[in-house]
């Protein structure tokens, strides 16, 4: 595992995070989980500011994006990501509890990677969540530029 890159998750409900964080750890990802609780501190993450500005060079392996955030919300994180050269490379997948389609369209107009609906059940959340984490952190292939940027 030469690419070994965070997750970022970013997810202000308390239980929706409780349950992300224990459905990755199920996995047993080597990946560490990093977790922005608003759409602000996510963006201070990737732009490495504030807090994380002494965090380790390199891009998530895929931010994990709730639509409804406090301070800067989904929609305003991914427009900022993927109008940002250094960013749009970065895989967002939109992880919401919104069945609106305006959201859905809005999120791919964007440029979302991946627009999943949090199912209600715990099962399915549950493995919803694994089967998230186990294809951005290991079986997907990130553009070279992304791997030479941690070279």
């Known amino acids: ?32 989980i990093v977790v922005a609780r608003d759409g602000a501190e996510a963006l201070d993450y990737l732009d490495s500011k504030g807090t994380y500005k002494d965090r380790p060079p390199g891009d998530p392996a895929v931010v994990l994006l709730d639509l409804k955030l406090p301070k800067v919300d989904g929609l305003q994180v991914l427009e900022k990501v993927k109008k ?11 992880l919401t509890s919104s069945r609106e389609e305006r959201d859905l369209v809005k999120s791919y107009e964007l440029g979302v990677n991946a627009f999943v609906v949090k ?7 549950f493995e919803a969540i694994q089967d998230l984490g186990m294809f951005w952190a290991v079986l997907n292939e990130p553009p070279p530029r992304a791997r030479l940027k941690e070279a």
């Open 1 to 32: 595992m030469a690419d070994l890159r965070p997750i970022l998750l970013v997810e202000d409900n308390p239980r929706d995070l409780e349950l992300t964080l224990a459905a990755l750890a199920k996995c047993q990802l080597a990946n560490d």
């Open 84 to 94: 940002d050269p250094q960013q749009r490379q970065i895989p967002v997948v939109m």
């Open 119 to 125: 199912p209600v059940d715990f099962n399915a959340f």
